[in-house]
């Protein structure tokens, strides 16, 4: 029995959701694609939308990793670690990117969800594969919680970029179309 026994149904249940997530937030961008965009629209959504792909990605490829058929945890281990210390450094881009966008003033919730709570993920990430060399059943768990957890800001970013171009975005533009007529 491998130290993935267990596991299956955690990261399937948590895989699936996290494509079907990205084929959601894919859905949504199709349907919003007309709205006008503000300039510096590209910079926003390397900071705001981008990342939230990849987060579902990163679910998907440790759901992937995790529910291979391993004789070890050598090298699942070896590839979360990565992705840990990948997602760190794109954390890092993320950060710098939010700051120098213009389109968009971030506020706390938005460096919570979009840059602490990430590289908090990304870091439990890598401190398990750094861990399960001598505590593999509690590096398990930590990858778990880090998988949760990237799905959950996941969900929490596409909703909030979501309600902010329904209720925001589209207020402005009917204002202006409002406008425009007078």
């Known amino acids: 029995m491998t130290a993935f026994a267990g596991w299956e149904n955690f990261y399937v ?28 629209g590209a910079q926003a959504s390397s900071a705001f939308a981008t ?4 987060h579902f990605g990163a679910v998907l490829l ?4 995790l529910s291979a058929p391993w004789h070890g945890v050598a090298s699942a281990t070896a590839l979360w670690g990565l992705l840990g210390l990948s997602g760190i450094i794109y954390e890092i881009i993320v950060a710098r990117r939010m700051r120098v966008q213009t389109v968009y003033a971030p506020e706390f919730e938005d460096w919570l969800f979009h ?5 908090i993920a990304y870091g439990t990430l890598a401190g398990s594969a750094y861990a399960a060399r001598s505590y593999v ?22 909703w909030d970029a979501v309600t902010y171009h329904v209720f925001i975005q589209r207020r402005r533009q009917t204002e202006s179309k409002r406008r425009f007529t007078e």
């Not at 440790?62 to 990793?65: G, T, V």
């Not at 840059?115 to 590289?119: D, H, K, Q, R, T």
């Not at 590096?139 to 970013?157: D, K, M, R, S």
Request: net charge negative; proline share 5%.
């Open 13 to 40: 249940i948590v895989g699936s959701s996290a494509g079907a997530l990205i084929g959601l937030q894919f859905v949504v961008i199709t349907l919003i694609a007309d709205m006008p965009i503000a300039e510096g």
């Open 51 to 54: 990342p939230t792909i990849i």
């Open 62 to 65: 440790l759901s992937a990793i």
């Open 115 to 119: 840059a602490l709570l990430p590289f």
């Open 137 to 158: 059943r509690e590096a398990l768990f930590g990858v778990g919680a880090a998988t949760l957890l990237l799905l959950f800001i996941g969900i929490h970013n596409a």
